[in-house]
């Protein structure tokens, strides 16, 4: 039975949920399944979620002024055209062996982190797609999760899951440029692997940890001030969303669950949607074309 505090929305067993991307304008969110090559749109008023098989991995969103979408896919950046489950490739990185998470940053240039399969320390990187050229804007990192900024942009928070770090950069927003990086959060094990990231309007970091099903709010001085438990123990990805920007949605995976697993964790792989008692702020969109 799902807590009183989420709803399910989409009872999916999606293999790698992630990606979660709330447009306002269609008042709907895209979300992705990595390992599946699924876009999925959950549309908010007729509660449907619509399925479509993209022809490559996308493991990261950000929504386009024209409405289509700006991917972190396969090894580099692509444009996304929902309308026809196409990608547009842009162009290619060097470090890791695929895409991670990403994000839009208050000045509209997309963000967009690596892994490699060996999670292999420090081979990863942080990129920054500038024109029709990625470049590298944080490198040494070993699997980037979320990715976010104060509300004045001035910070830039990173997730490095597989060390359980949360990194703070200095962020100049005018530039696209990083500048001087701190361990701002280290989880312990037993928290589970921070993974999704949102950031609410008070410059609050709101952090889905993976393997232990509970969801944490950050004070901006970095403080652990809030934790909720969700009905899955493998949450992935955060966003927020609804008219108000006041309902967070929340993605979850089953890879690696055999029938047992899948059995003492049924919920794994489901969308999620809870209010959080925050507010976001709106995304800006992507600055290219």
């Not at 039975?1 to 709803?7: N, P």
């Not at 949360?166 to 312990?188: P, T």
């Amino acid at each position: 039975m799902v807590s009183e505090d989420f709803e399910l929305l989409v009872d999916r067993q999606a293999l790698c949920g992630a990606g979660p991307l709330w447009m306002p304008t269609l008042n709907c969110l895209y979300w992705v399944d990595v390992l599946r090559r699924e876009l999925h749109t959950y549309h908010r008023d007729s509660d449907a979620d619509e399925v479509q098989v993209l022809p490559g991995v996308v493991t990261s969103l950000g929504a386009t002024r024209n409405g289509q979408l700006i991917a972190a896919a396969d090894r580099g950046f692509a444009r996304l055209f929902p309308g026809r489950a196409a990608l547009e490739p842009i162009t290619g990185v060097q470090a890791g062996d695929r895409m991670s998470g990403g994000a839009c940053d208050p000045a509209g240039r997309f963000v967009a982190g690596t892994l490699t399969h060996s999670r292999e320390a420090k081979r990863s990187a942080l990129y920054v797609l500038d024109g029709t050229r990625a470049r590298v804007l944080v490198d040494g990192l070993t699997l980037s999760g979320g990715i976010g900024w104060s509300p004045d942009g001035a910070t830039m928070y990173v997730i490095d899951t597989v060390p359980r770090v949360i990194w703070a950069f200095d962020y100049d927003v005018e530039r696209g440029r990083a500048g001087r990086g701190r361990r701002w959060i280290v989880c312990a094990e037993s928290e589970g692997h921070p993974d999704g990231l949102a950031m609410d309007n008070e410059g609050g970091a709101w952090v889905a940890m993976r393997g232990s099903g509970r969801i944490h709010r950050y004070s901006p001085g970095g403080d652990l001030e809030t934790v909720l438990w969700a009905p899955t123990r493998r949450v992935t990805g955060l966003v927020f969303g609804g008219r108000r920007l006041d309902e967070m949605y929340v993605t979850s995976a089953c890879s690696g669950y055999d029938e047992r697993a899948l059995v003492g964790d049924p919920y794994a792989g489901a969308l999620f949607r809870f209010r959080p008692g925050a507010t976001g702020s709106p995304l800006a969109p992507w600055n290219g074309t």
